[in-house]
């Protein structure tokens, strides 16, 4: 079932985050949803309820791009029937207006996030309030960013800018967006940090107590970047040296913080990347590509389970299920 991204803040709020998790194609769409209801290895094992979790799939414009915004549509269109136990949202990632427009209008995507964070404060505002007066004619929810994160966003490399919590409350009330991404150190991809640094979980509670009540906030470059992972690429002829994301025990700590939305991308790479580097070097004879990708989507799967339980989702889809009666 599709719900919107602020339906699951609702249940979340304060206890746990809900885990957003990036796609670009059937292998992964299949391993989160298998992962999401506790299954690994088939689409028909019985779902497991103590590992059950709602979640967000993300998609960004690269993905869209990728193979065909209808194809990404189509397959988790087809997951929804092939899965009918499933709660998530479906949420544009780092969109612009224009593509925010295009999927307001498309009725398929439950949540819109409005990417304006590289715009002067007035402008980001301006654009977002835009963005939140058409999704809402609609019911459909818009989470906005304000400050920088570091790294590369799509297509923008960004410095780092903290958030002012002041500005976010502000930003918060002129805008009208439902939920609202902040900057606390975090950044995207797989070099996150040089040190061991750690996020500003100062400015976070600044920022927590200067919006609205219950208002749910999101982190995005959240990936942790496991060593385990990491080491495993490198072992199976991958380079990616001095590797390192954010420390998962920090999850549930943002989430009693009012973070309800934590967003994984990078680590979904380093498990597919593993898992195809070290199947091709164990088997340097095979050329088929159906048993690495059914090794990915059960690694993906159990890996999914894995992060659920440091966001502290693990286990409460049945809760979700039984608010949205
Ligand atoms: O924030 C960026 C996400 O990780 C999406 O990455 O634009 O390469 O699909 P992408
Ligand atoms: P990571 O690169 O840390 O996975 O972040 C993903 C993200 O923020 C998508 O919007
Ligand atoms: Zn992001």
Redesign the pocket.
Known sequence: MIVTTTELFKQAYGKYAVG?Y?INNLEQTIGLFRGNLGKHQSNSEPEDPTKAAPFII?I?RGARDYSDKRFLEAMIRTAENVFPEAIFAVHL??GTEEVCYDCIDSGFYSSVMIDASHCPFEENIAITRRVVDRAHEKGIVVEAELGQ?G?V?EDIVGSVKLTDPDQAAEFIERSGCDSLAVAIG?????F?FSGSQSLHFDCLEKIQQAVPANFPLVM????S?PQEWVQRINNAGGAMKNAC??NEEEYIRAAKLGVCKI??????RLVWCATHREFFRDHPDQFDLRPPGKLFMANYAEYIQHKNSKLGSLGQLESVREALK
Do not use: M, P, Y
């Open positions: 957003a990036n993300q960004s990632d780092h994160l790294g966003e975090t950044s995207h991809g797989a996150k995005h470059g959240s990936s970047v994301g954010v967003n994984i991308d990078t680590d979904g």
